[in-house]
């Protein structure tokens, strides 16, 4: 089995953020863990994938992490999909960071990421659901919320790197394992197909 390879040096310059999901209801559901699989490393909680110099970070988000994630970018709105309507009362969110340090360019489309749960899937909020909630929000806010959820194909520059909430609707309040599989995600001229594992099992 090939030993996954390190992150060490490509992830010194960045900031390190999170991919969580997080119930907004009355009820809970259990919190996630990343569960070990060829192809990614685990370590403190957080997954990290690579290819080439070219990869994704993720991690099991707290509210907590959602207010912090947007007080580093200069906004006091705390957590605002609290705030929202009925789309986001028992929605479950990640936050998916996507690092690009090839030459060429970084293609995810957030379409094309499916939540399983056993044979169900789970597909994230639709482009026109998310200008139904923004077009009655203010202008600051409306900006703010656009600018920090995939919503649309994403294109990433060689050495930027970028992290947006992936929006899904509600999930059962109780299972065992939920996997996160990325299609049609490219770095430079390959396409990347891959499969992120996660337990609610300690």
């Not at 192809?39 to 080439?52: L, S, V």
């Not at 999909?81 to 030459?103: E, K, P, Y």
């Not at 639709?126 to 077009?135: N, R």
């Amino acid at each position: 089995m090939q030993k996954p390879l390190s992150f060490k040096v490509l992830l010194l310059p960045i900031f390190i953020v999170s991919l969580a999901p997080f119930i907004f209801g009355a009820d809970t559901q259990l919190p996630l863990h990343p569960k070990p699989h060829d192809g990614y490393e685990i370590k403190d909680d957080k997954i990290y994938f690579r290819h080439g110099e070219a990869g994704l970070i993720i991690e099991l988000a707290t509210p907590e992490k959602i207010e912090k994630y947007y007080k580093e970018r200069g906004s006091e709105i705390a957590n605002p999909f609290v705030r929202l309507g009925s789309d986001f009362q028992n929605a479950t969110i990640f936050l998916v960071t996507l690092l690009n340090r090839t030459n060429g360019n970084l293609t995810f489309t957030h379409r094309y990421v499916l939540a399983k749960i056993k044979s169900e899937a789970y597909f994230p909020l639709d482009y026109m659901v998310l200008l139904d909630i923004l077009d009655v929000q203010q202008r600051p806010m409306r900006k703010i919320l656009e600018k920090s959820i995939f919503h649309s194909p994403e294109l990433l520059q060689p050495g930027n790197v970028v992290s947006k909430f992936l929006i899904f609707p509600q999930m059962p309040k109780k299972f065992d394992d939920l996997r996160l599989e990325f299609d049609y995600l490219y770095f430079e001229n390959f396409e990347v197909k891959s499969t992120f594992f996660f337990t609610t099992k300690q």
